[in-house]
């Protein structure tokens, strides 16, 4: 199985990271078109990427302020059974991302362009805790 893996400081604090990476709000401000859920252990989001990409997740780890991660349970084929996942670590005015994303089932062209792509959403996050940047769901892979 491989992992995409992103490591990066962003200005904030560990608990307002945990908020943008844990609820279906800040969720929505840098990754999903919708989602809802509650940010608890065993819980299930519903996920909004677009018409044919309507996924659930399950919370596998939840840690607040801490770790945050979710299973992939209906998705794409690529990504069922694979694991998103945050890890934060303060570090002064700083706090760390430890970002996977582990059970991918080969080192196909979709691995490729979702690590790309993950590397876009992450950069949206950290602009969006930074300075207050929304972008609108249809422009973030073109900013």
Known sequence: MLTIYHNFPIRTTPELLFEAISSPRGLDAWWSNHCSGNPAMGANYSFDFGPEYQWIAEVTSYEFAKAFELEFVQSDLDWNGSKVGFLIEPDGE????????TGWPTLNEHFKISNYCWA???R?????????????YEERLNV
Do not use: D, I, P
Request: glycine share 4%.
């Open 94 to 101: 700083f706090t760390q991302l430890k970002f996977y994303h």
């Open 120 to 122: 876009m959403y992450l």
């Open 124 to 136: 949206l996050l950290k602009r969006y805790l930074e300075f207050g940047e929304c972008v609108a």
